[in-house]
C-alpha cells in the first residue's frame, strides 16, 4: 500500500544545530507541504513543492529549507535550529486538493 | 494575519446530540474549503470539503455548511459519537484545490461524552 513515512518520530536536538527531518511518499504524488503544529496557530505551511526541482515559501518559512531531488522526497532542514523551532512537523502529499492530503504521523522536534 | 479562523479552541458534547464547528475566513480568493480531522500522535486525515459553488455538502452524518456573503462555514456531526473526540481543523485554498496549498485554522478540540 501506499503511504507517506516521517522520520525520525521524534528529535531532540541542541540549539544552532543543523537538523534535517525526512519525508518519503510512495503515493507518487507531485504536490508535496510541510506544515508545523503548535498550540494556538494551528497548521501553518513552511515550505511546498509541485514536482522535482521545485520549491517554494510557505507563510513560516524562515529558518528553514528544502529540496526536491525525486518525486518521493522532501526532506526539511533546520540550518540552525532555535528553540522557537520546537514544535511537531508534519509532511503531506497531495494530487491536487480535490481530495485532501495524506499527511505523515509527525516528527516531534524540541530544541534545548 | 490569520486568514483562516476557528474561534473556539474547544467544545464538549454529549454523546448522540449535534456538535456545530465553526470556520472563519478573510480571503475572498479561497475558493474550496475542506476539514480534518486529527488524533493525538497521528497526522490528520481528510473528513469533508465543499466547493464554492455549493452551501453544502453531506457525508454520512458530516454535513458542510458556507455561507459565502459571510465567510463563514460549519460542520455539522450528527449524531455526535465519543469517537468523534479529536482536534479538527478547517482549511481553505483558492484555484477549485488545483493550486494543493492550504491554510489551515488553530483548530477546534471536540469533546463527545457518553
Not at chain 1, 527531518?21 to 506544515?35: E, G, K, P, S, V
Not at chain 2, 465553526?22 to 476539514?35: A, G, I, Q, V
Request: aromatic share 12%.
Amino acid at each position: 500500500d501506499a503511504e507517506i513515512t516521517q522520520s525520525p518520530r521524534h528529535k531532540i536536538t541542541e540549539t544552532g544545530r543543523q537538523v534535517t527531518l525526512a519525508c518519503h511518499q510512495t503515493w507518487n504524488h507531485n504536490n508535496m507541504f510541510w506544515y508545523r503544529q503548535d498550540l494556538g496557530h494551528g497548521l501553518r505551511l513552511i515550505h511546498y513543492s509541485y514536482g522535482v526541482q521545485d520549491t517554494n515559501k510557505g507563510e513560516v518559512s524562515d529558518g528553514y529549507s528544502v529540496s526536491r531531488s525525486n518525486t518521493e522526497d522532501l526532506p526539511l532542514t533546520l540550518e540552525s535550529a532555535a528553540s522557537s523551532q520546537t514544535s511537531v512537523y508534519f509532511c503531506a502529499s497531495s494530487e491536487g486538493t480535490s481530495y485532501g492530503y495524506t499527511f505523515g504521523s509527525g516528527t516531534r522536534l524540541t530544541v534545548v | 494575519d490569520q486568514q483562516v479562523k476557528q474561534n473556539s479552541p474547544s467544545l464538549s458534547v454529549q454523546e448522540g446530540r449535534i456538535s456545530i464547528l465553526n470556520c472563519d475566513y478573510t480571503n475572498s480568493m479561497f475558493d474550496y474549503f475542506l476539514w480534518y480531522k486529527k488524533y493525538p500522535a497521528e497526522g490528520p486525515t481528510f473528513l469533508i470539503s465543499i466547493s464554492s459553488i455549493k452551501d453544502k455538502n453531506e457525508d454520512g452524518r458530516f454535513t458542510v455548511f458556507l455561507n459565502k456573503s459571510a465567510k463563514h462555514l460549519s460542520l455539522h456531526i450528527v449524531p455526535s459519537q465519543p469517537g468523534d473526540s479529536a482536534v479538527y481543523f478547517c482549511a481553505a485554498t483558492s484555484g477549485s484545490g488545483n493550486t494543493g496549498k492550504l491554510i489551515f485554522g488553530q483548530g477546534t478540540t471536540l469533546q463527545v461524552k457518553p
